[in-house]
């Protein structure tokens, strides 16, 4: 496998591409002043099989640049072209909230499925799509963070108490907390607007004994976190931690959760920001060699299909 990572996402694809044995290649991406991309790839690919990595935070300004370098990397020979988006944008709008929406979660899953071969992501933002391969044509698999988050509570944060900011929360405050032990619950809170909410604190004994861990999937305009970290403080606990997975953070907001008396923001490196502090690249690359296994690509650490299962060997 040849991995190709978007020039922001280099680090990752340092510590990833040992991982799955692949070699890593550079791509040159090129910005005219009227805005329009030039994509350079390596020119001989050959009978490669082509990773790219894009996290896709800022979905608009990637969607042609990626479809560029899938399209001039099947052109330059390649066998396949995956896409490994550690953050997958446009999930959320996933049906027809007023008359004339565009429903774009099934319809950027579509576009994406006319370029790639396969996708790769880590704990997309699903409301009420059950899985990936409900909308996407090609095979989509989701790695799992909870584990990682888990770890480092556990080495971090021995006395935490987990608190999901909202309802839509508690799918990764529960398995988060059971994984390392910890107890949990879950803060009510009350959209008036895309920048206006609040929260309640519910009454525990646990919070007030151990340090609160504010947990989100995304931490996007930080006003939610931000309302729950003043709320918290008010009832007279701990300085709490925000511990999100994407750094999606909306202009201000990493600023507007810390003034709001965070003791800490922390979250994993699928978005490059300041506040990484969970690196992702084992579980993407558990995630690929599930892949590779269905698929039949040779990365390190995989079992090729075989015709007969009882010959099948490890890479």
Aim: aromatic residues 6%; negative net charge.
């Amino acid at each position: 496998m040849i991995l190709v990572p978007f020039p922001e996402m280099r680090p990752l694809a340092e510590d990833l591409a040992p991982a799955l044995g692949a070699e890593l290649s550079e791509l040159d991406w090129h910005r005219f002043p009227d805005g329009e991309s030039l994509i350079s790839l390596p020119g001989d690919l050959d009978g490669a099989d082509v990773a790219l990595l894009a996290t896709l935070r800022d979905p608009d300004r990637l969607a042609l640049p990626l479809r560029f370098a899938a399209a001039t990397a099947r052109e330059m020979g390649a066998r396949g072209v995956g896409l490994i988006a550690p953050y997958l944008g446009y999930m959320r709008q996933d049906r027809r909230f007023e008359a004339g929406q565009a429903v774009s979660a099934p319809l950027f899953a579509q576009f994406l499925g006319e370029s790639f071969d396969w996708l790769v992501t880590v704990d997309p933002h699903l409301h009420r799509i059950r899985r990936l391969e409900d909308v996407f044509p090609m095979p989509a698999i989701r790695a799992v963070s909870a584990p990682l988050l888990a770890s480092w509570i556990e080495t971090n944060l021995p006395d935490a108490v987990l608190l999901g900011p909202d309802s839509e929360s508690q799918q990764w405050v529960a398995e988060v907390a059971r994984l390392a032990g910890r107890p949990y619950e879950v803060l009510r809170k009350v959209r008036s607007g895309d920048r206006s909410v609040d929260v309640s604190v519910p009454e525990s004994v646990a919070l007030r004994e151990g340090k609160p861990v504010i947990l989100d999937d995304i931490a996007s305009s930080g006003n939610t976190m931000a309302r729950a970290v003043e709320r918290l403080l008010a009832s007279g606990t701990d300085a709490p931690v925000c511990l999100a997975i994407h750094a999606v953070f909306a202009d201000g907001a990493h600023d507007a959760i810390l003034s709001a008396g965070a003791a800490r923001v922390i979250t994993t490196d699928t978005i490059p920001h300041p506040s990484n502090a969970i690196g992702i690249s084992s579980v993407l690359a558990e995630a690929l060699r599930s892949v590779a296994t269905g698929l039949d690509l040779p990365v390190a650490g995989t079992v090729r299909l075989d015709p007969n299962p009882a010959e099948r060997t490890p890479e």
